[in-house]
């Protein structure tokens, strides 16, 4: 027994992890230059790239293991209920010791690793962007501005015809997985020439085997702070992938909100070379524009959309079809009932609704003209 005295000795990782969370709940300054530009910069860079030297999802084998772990421990305690009832005492109290011990293990990493990032300067007062209160107006210009921008890129990749299926939609034909993990990087470095705050060199993006079982998730990406991996839903539609894509590196750098790392996204797609890249970010931010126009405004709503094009229609309504499957099934609704509750408890009380504040601070880059 005196193997797991010394594993309980972890437990004091667990008081550590409350109290840098109270100093990050307390303290954004520490929270942003101690914390996020500080400690975990630099632990999240050195992890990522040396979880990025396996082509993979650890994440998703670690699941897998798992599983397979817990299902031999159920079998393992039957057995001895059957044959050796004496010693089932001592082995449930070796397994909940291996098992807080392993808890108070996982609770450090995933506070160091990201739960401290959620209490960090918002986006906004890092880059010094105007977020107030908009009109109507406002809304339906940055809607028409998106929708035009959309427009153009769509007849760019169109003219370019290399990523246009024989229905009209766009789908990488030509194009690797890893190629589309260089040009998020391109992206990123891109960004970071005008937004330091993204410089540094980080494991790229890895596809999920079972991202079907994603999509029944509703899930399109995850980002697992314990291998620092960004891990991308890919049987989506193609053209919502790099959206995604930059959506879970900007998670990987340090912003765990979720409106941010929309916005995030938006803005290294827009920094892209690729055109399929910038369409996803332009879409992706229409997107969500366009719901919060709708539920002010349901004429401007639908003049906005007048300047859609077919193939952006065709984008729209193959998306629609695909996520329309997977709507209101058991898998689904427990998943975005976890989902919401993970987000609360991590500092976003709008649980999933803040999604939709992307909006302001889409709102406020356009009025600040950061955008081209």
Same mark, same amino acid.
């Given at each position: 027994?005196?193997?797991?005295?010394?594993?309980?000795?972890?437990?004091?990782?667990?008081?550590?992890?409350?109290?840098?969370?109270?100093? $990050?709940?307390?303290?954004?300054?520490?929270?942003?230059?101690?914390?996020?530009?500080?400690?975990? %910069?630099?632990?999240?860079?050195?992890?990522?790239? =040396?979880?990025?030297?396996?082509?993979?999802?650890? @994440?998703?084998?670690? =699941?897998?293991?798992? =599983?397979?772990?817990?299902?031999?421990?159920?079998?393992?305690?039957?057995?001895?209920?059957? &044959?050796?009832? &004496?010693?089932?005492?001592?082995?449930?109290?070796?397994?909940?010791?291996?098992?807080?011990?392993?808890?108070?293990?996982?609770?450090?990493?995933?506070?160091?690793? $990201?739960?401290?990032?959620?209490?960090?300067?918002?986006?906004? &007062?890092?880059?010094?962007?105007?977020?107030?209160?908009?009109?109507?107006?406002?809304?339906?210009?940055?809607?028409?501005?998106?929708?035009?921008?959309?427009?153009?890129?769509?007849?760019?990749?169109?003219?370019?015809?290399?990523?246009?299926?024989?229905?009209?939609?766009?789908?990488?034909?030509?194009?690797?997985?890893?190629?589309?993990?260089?040009?998020?990087?391109?992206?990123?470095?891109?960004?970071?020439? /005008?937004?330091?705050?993204?410089?540094?060199?980080?494991?790229?993006?890895?596809?999920?085997?079972?991202? %079907?079982? @994603?999509?029944?998730?509703?899930?399109?990406?995850?980002?697992?702070?314990?291998?620092?991996?960004?891990?991308?839903?890919?049987?989506?539609?193609?053209?919502?992938?790099?959206?995604?894509?930059?959506?879970?590196?900007?998670?990987?750098?340090?912003?765990?909100?979720?409106?941010?790392?929309?916005?995030? $996204?938006?803005?290294?797609?827009?920094?892209?070379?690729?055109?399929?890249?910038?369409?996803?970010?332009?879409?992706?931010?229409?997107?969500?524009?366009? /719901?919060?126009?709708?539920?002010?405004?349901?004429?401007?709503?639908?003049?906005?959309?007048?300047?859609?094009?077919?193939?952006?229609?065709?984008?729209? %309504?193959?998306?629609?079809?695909?996520?329309?499957?997977?709507?209101?099934?058991?898998?689904?609704?427990?998943?975005? &009932?976890? /989902?919401?509750?993970?987000?609360?408890?991590?500092?976003?009380?709008?649980?999933?609704?803040?999604?939709?504040?992307?909006?302001?601070?889409?709102?406020?880059?356009?009025?600040?003209?950061?955008?081209?």
């Amino acid at each position: 027994m005196q193997v797991y005295r010394r594993r309980l000795l972890t437990l004091i990782l667990i008081p550590i992890s409350l109290l840098m969370i109270v100093l $990050a709940r307390g303290n954004s300054w520490i929270a942003e230059y101690v914390l996020a530009r500080g400690i975990y %910069k630099f632990l999240s860079q050195v992890l990522s790239n =040396i979880t990025g030297l396996i082509p993979i999802s650890i @994440m998703e084998f670690s =699941i897998y293991t798992f =599983i397979i772990i817990f299902i031999v421990f159920l079998i393992h305690i039957i057995r001895l209920l059957f &044959k050796d009832r &004496k010693s089932i005492k001592e082995t449930i109290i070796i397994y909940l010791i291996n098992f807080t011990c392993t808890l108070s293990v996982i609770f450090f990493l995933f506070v160091i690793l $990201a739960g401290t990032n959620y209490y960090r300067y918002p986006f906004s &007062k890092i880059n010094n962007m105007s977020v107030k209160e908009s009109s109507i107006d406002e809304l339906y210009e940055l809607n028409i501005y998106l929708a035009r921008k959309a427009y153009e890129i769509r007849n760019e990749i169109e003219l370019a015809g290399k990523d246009i299926n024989d229905d009209g939609i766009i789908e990488f034909n030509e194009t690797s997985w890893d190629d589309l993990t260089k040009m998020a990087s391109k992206a990123f470095d891109n960004l970071s020439i /005008n937004y330091p705050v993204f410089e540094g060199r980080y494991g790229r993006p890895k596809p999920v085997i079972a991202s %079907k079982f @994603m999509s029944r998730m509703e899930i399109t990406g995850i980002f697992w702070p314990f291998t620092l991996e960004a891990n991308v839903n890919i049987h989506v539609p193609d053209y919502t992938i790099p959206a995604t894509m930059a959506h879970e590196i900007a998670h990987q750098r340090g912003f765990m909100r979720e409106d941010e790392a929309n916005y995030i $996204a938006f803005l290294a797609c827009n920094y892209s070379d690729d055109l399929v890249f910038r369409y996803s970010g332009t879409m992706l931010a229409l997107s969500i524009a366009g /719901n919060a126009l709708y539920k002010e405004d349901k004429v401007l709503y639908s003049q906005s959309r007048e300047i859609f094009s077919e193939g952006m229609f065709a984008d729209l %309504k193959n998306k629609s079809v695909y996520w329309s499957q997977f709507e209101d099934t058991v898998i689904s609704t427990v998943s975005n &009932k976890m /989902n919401d509750t993970y987000l609360k408890v991590n500092n976003q009380k709008d649980g999933v609704k803040s999604y939709g504040r992307m909006v302001d601070l889409l709102l406020a880059g356009y009025r600040d003209k950061i955008y081209y």
